[in-house]
T-cell receptor, first 113, second 114 residues
């Protein structure tokens, strides 16, 4: 079974530039999550999707972050413009439903210079 | 607000030593509890989970954890560690009506010396 796929794996940009991350969840998983993991910390949820609906985006900084999950499968997380403090690993996870085990992708390591 | 606290940030053990990593959470309702592991260069993967029933749960690779409700704890244990257990370990809680929102601790880095 293929796992959660994320791209790119690494991204280096200058501040004020836009950046986008892509996630392909495990086939059949209706729930998709985006987490941010700062250095030395555990992941923190940014947004959760049930199919194509964002059901929990309370931790998403909406002034610069946006996300979408068209057709309830792949998802894209965007930052525009990026700030130095956005440097982190962005993780995507998926599960069959909100109470089920979450499977994580390898993450995208973002460095903002 | 829910929170998860892992007592040890960095643990160094010799092979065959016993391991116990502490995890406490703050939430008064029903919780689901998890331990995730991240081996060097790999992604997060589930080690074990507790939803209900027997509070002593067994996971992969000889790990186990005990849920003690009265202490709000879910400590991870392994009787004899191996060099290959070197990794970062995260405790996580899913409460608030089982929404799927995982609250993670800050992680514990385990280094096992051969």
């Amino acid at each position: 079974e293929a796992g959660v796929v994320q791209s790119p794996r690494y991204k280096i940009i200058e501040k004020k530039q836009p950046v986008a991350f892509w996630c392909n969840p495990i086939s059949g998983h209706n729930t998709l999550y985006w987490y941010r993991q700062n250095l030395g910390q555990g992941p923190e949820l940014l947004i959760r999707y049930e199919n194509e609906e964002a059901v929990d985006d309370s931790q998403l900084p909406k002034d610069r972050f946006s996300a979408e999950r068209l057709k309830g499968v792949d998802s894209t997380l965007k930052i525009q413009p990026a700030e130095l403090g956005d440097s982190a690993v962005y993780l995507c996870a998926s599960s069959l439903g909100p109470g089920y085990e979450q499977f994580f992708g390898p993450g995208t390591r973002l460095t903002v210079l | 607000a829910q929170s998860v606290s892992q007592h040890n940030h960095h643990v160094i053990l010799s092979e065959a030593a016993s391991l116990e990593l502490g995890c406490n959470y703050s939430y008064g309702g029903t919780v689901n509890l998890f331990w995730y592991v991240q081996y060097p260069g790999q992604h997060l993967q589930l080690l074990l989970k507790y939803f209900s029933g027997d509070p002593l749960v067994k996971g992969i690779k000889g790990f186990e954890a005990e849920f003690i409700k009265s202490k709000f704890s879910f400590n991870l244990r392994k009787p004899s560690v191996q060099w290959s257990d070197t990794a970062e370990y995260f405790c996580a809680v899913n409460g608030s009506g089982n929404t799927g929102k995982l609250i993670f601790g800050q992680g514990t880095t385990l280094q096992v010396k051969p």
